[in-house]
């Protein structure tokens, strides 16, 4: 339904069995790749989701592990065969970044346009595109940003997946709405019929909820992002450090300890966390996992191509 | 002795075994990397050569299989603690190419000396760097380069190794040098002793053959290239395609079969051909290698890692 893979769950240089960062949504068969550190690509092909299908790319800062690999992978969806625009979202800076990098991929097949610090981005989900909307109340997904805290500009994202209400017979009935219009108000036309007019919100029922995932590398564990990811249904979240005993490397440069983080989950109420963005010299992140799991029990210690997958629940 | 390896063997794009185009020198522990594809670093890292002796970067061009990796891996460096300036030499551009990338690496513990476009390069080798110099006399390692002819601004290399020449005591006495001279005399250095001036070439016998490398990727087989790899040790040169049915590809893209190269080294009269930069869509390339050792024998086909160790050979 909507599967999100870590790509990449390395963090300053890429091991040869972590890459850096990058995750990579599928929703409906369109793709929005998040971060793009060295290896993205070669992750991409063993997971085999594609490439001309990634239609955003949101970065979430412009450090080299975390956007190396992005001049390669344009150039790649290029070969691919795309021909419809593609986007990128970022923090402040992220143009003259991505220009800068596109100094060895001037001449793509496609147009790409950024969208720098943006709040909210609402995007369309179609059959064969996913599209930035002005529109709020057409969209599938709307992307929210906040900034964090970090050594360099740095946008944590949460992406909302909008559920349609349920079509409500007895709403629509009330409504006097006529019975051949009840499939297009469904679909979210608005029709006007011998002078009257006819809306959507006539024979649909309440929302129901959506799906709510949220995505924080790197930062410090400032207190608003506890407001930015409650409820979430999945929390990726950056524990470059296991051991509780690095915290002082973590406040220097800027980063969580996986305590950090999953005190973050616990008062952010999310019902998973997934960690990821590991250092270096941590060999084996799951040996510190009890550090996490001690603060949120449903916490997970990512991998490169660990995939979940969220689905509507039926309330 | 003179150790090469190769780092990433594959055009175009990275894949899960097959890095792109990058190759390691290893000269008494001091590094030359000649360009820098997705996967370097990974590489280097399962290679374990490290990361602080790395000298000198020759890029062959600007298209991102050869340097997309170069931010993140002079990042890396920085890392590892290098101090000592480092030397990049490329073809015309390389300059604007390597600042546009250094976006993401602007801060670096360490100068970065760009030289475009030069048609040699003198190099010392030293215990704790590999430096620059003018002095065609003291260098250990000569780069020479040449323009090839692909859809970009393009460098082969060519990298000799200088040898000393023996000791020749009969050569001393009959010069008159005095005996507290001799090994000052044969490190290279020059002497003024009561007026009269004494010079290496006093004391030391003929030239002997140092070793050669030349370096050819990504080009068309022009014919000037025969005379440039001429008696190379070892000859790596691209093989984008195996079959030969592809031979229209390899003009229209401006690379090489199988054959072609082999050829190339067959009129060189090299020693040895190793066969790098395959196409993503060859899947086996060693399944090809008939086309190549038909032409010239001793052809490997080359894979991510593989080392060949050159020595000097006593005449």
């Not at 369309?124 to 969209?139: F, L, Y």
């Not at 997934?274 to 997970?300: D, G, K, Q, V």
Request: hydrophobic share 35%; charged share 25%; with cysteine.
């Amino acid at each position: 339904m909507f599967d999100i893979a870590l790509l990449g769950t390395g963090g300053g240089m890429p091991m040869p069995n972590r890459y850096l960062s990058a995750s990579l949504i599928n929703y409906r068969g369109r793709k929005i790749l998040i971060d793009c550190g060295e290896g993205t690509q070669v992750s991409m092909r063993i997971l085999g989701w594609g490439f001309k299908s990634i239609d955003i790319i949101c970065i979430t800062h412009g450090h080299g592990d975390h956007i190396v690999g992005l001049p390669g992978l344009l150039a790649t969806i290029g070969n691919s065969g795309r021909t419809e625009p593609l986007t990128i979202v970022g923090p402040e800076g992220i143009e003259e970044i991505v220009n800068g990098l596109r100094v060895i991929a001037k001449y793509l097949p496609y147009e790409v346009n950024i969208i720098e610090n943006p709040k909210k981005v609402n995007l369309k989900v179609n059959k064969d595109n996913m599209v930035v909307v002005e529109d709020n109340n057409i969209s599938d997904i709307i992307i929210n940003t906040m900034e964090v805290d970090h050594s360099a500009n740095c946008l944590a994202y949460k992406f909302s997946v909008q559920r349609q209400a349920k079509f409500n017979i007895e709403k629509a009935k009330e409504n006097n709405v006529p019975k051949n219009l009840w499939n297009l108000l469904q679909k979210g036309e608005t029709l006007e019929v011998d002078g009257k007019v006819y809306t959507t919100n006539m024979v649909l029922g309440d929302n129901r909820k959506g799906i709510k995932l949220s995505y924080v590398t790197d930062t410090r564990p400032i207190e608003d992002i506890k407001e930015f990811i409650k409820d979430s249904d999945l929390f990726i979240c950056e524990g470059t450090y296991g051991d509780d005993g690095d915290i002082d490397k973590a406040i220097k440069n800027k980063h969580m300890t996986f305590r950090e983080a999953a005190t973050l989950a616990r008062e952010g109420k999310v019902k998973e966390l997934l960690l990821t963005h590991f250092s270096p010299a941590m060999i084996e992140p799951e040996s510190f996992a009890n550090n996490a799991t001690s603060e949120f029990n449903n916490s997970t210690i990512g991998y490169d191509r660990l995939v979940k997958e969220l689905n509507f629940i039926d309330d």
